[in-house]
């Protein structure tokens, strides 16, 4: 079955406390991007990936990093995380020939205390 | 950046009633996509539209790419409770640019009337 998985899909953690959120494809796709959700703002882009090894911010990538060194997988890290990152954390993928139908993964809801 | 105005921001809808939302940017898209989330699961693209005054559909789902390319709306017809959920608007200026982002906007929360 075709999917975007991610890792773990709840996560309560303390401030500083570095953690990574992992991302896998099996489609084959060559983008892969994460998007938090915050209410009333919708979805917005942290990093995104065109390939492997190419990775670039998005809007709002202050306090995460992300690295692409296999083409299914596309971790988020957090290096020391703040409360302002609570957040529910979505990552996706698309192909370079379809490049709007993203598929997004179930979801990580993550509370930073 | 760009920001897409969606509203309402929530809806309750009647079973067999037809609802409409619809969204607003400041600035152009040359691609304009509807999705639908449900509760705990990520979001699934409804629609597509890629013209500007396409209208396109999907069953009883119905969206229209605005003639100025700022604005786009959807309806849905008949409604029926699996509707439930967040729509969200997600306009693309260029399909291959910075990675296929998508600027999102805020959500419709669809709900049952009581």
């Known amino acids: 079955e075709a999917q975007v998985t991610q890792n773990p899909r709840y996560l309560i953690t303390v401030t500083g406390k570095k953690l990574t959120v992992t991302c896998s494809q099996n489609m084959n796709h060559e983008y892969m991007s994460w998007y938090r959700q915050d209410p009333g703002l919708g979805l917005r882009q942290i990093y995104y990936?065109?390939?492997?090894?190419?990775?670039d911010k998005g809007d709002v990538p202050e306090g995460y990093k992300v690295s692409r060194k296999e083409k299914r997988n596309f971790p988020l890290i957090l290096e020391s995380p703040s409360p302002n990152q609570t957040s529910l954390y979505f990552c996706?993928?698309?192909?370079?020939?379809?490049?709007?139908?993203?598929?997004f993964g179930p979801g990580t809801r993550l509370t930073v205390l | 950046g760009q920001q897409l105005n969606q509203s309402p921001q929530s809806m309750f809808i009647q079973e067999g009633e037809d609802v409409s939302m619809n969204c607003t940017s400041s600035?152009?898209?040359?691609?304009w996509l509807w999705y639908k989330q449900d509760p705990g699961e990520g979001p699934v693209l409804l629609i597509a539209l890629y013209k500007a005054g396409e209208l396109t559909s999907n069953g009883r789902l119905t969206a229209q790419f605005g003639i100025t390319r700022k604005d786009s709306f959807l309806n849905i017809s008949a409604s029926i409770p699996s509707d439930v959920g967040i729509y969200f608007c997600?306009?693309?200026?260029?399909?291959?640019?910075?990675?296929?982002?998508?600027?999102f906007g805020g959500g419709t929360r669809v709900l049952v009337k009581p």
């Open positions: 600035s152009i898209f040359n691609t």
């Open positions: 996706a993928s698309s192909s370079a020939y379809s490049y709007n139908e993203q598929f």
């Open positions: 990936s065109m390939n492997v090894e190419v990775t």
């Open positions: 997600a306009g693309q200026l260029n399909r291959k640019a910075a990675g296929n982002k998508l600027t």
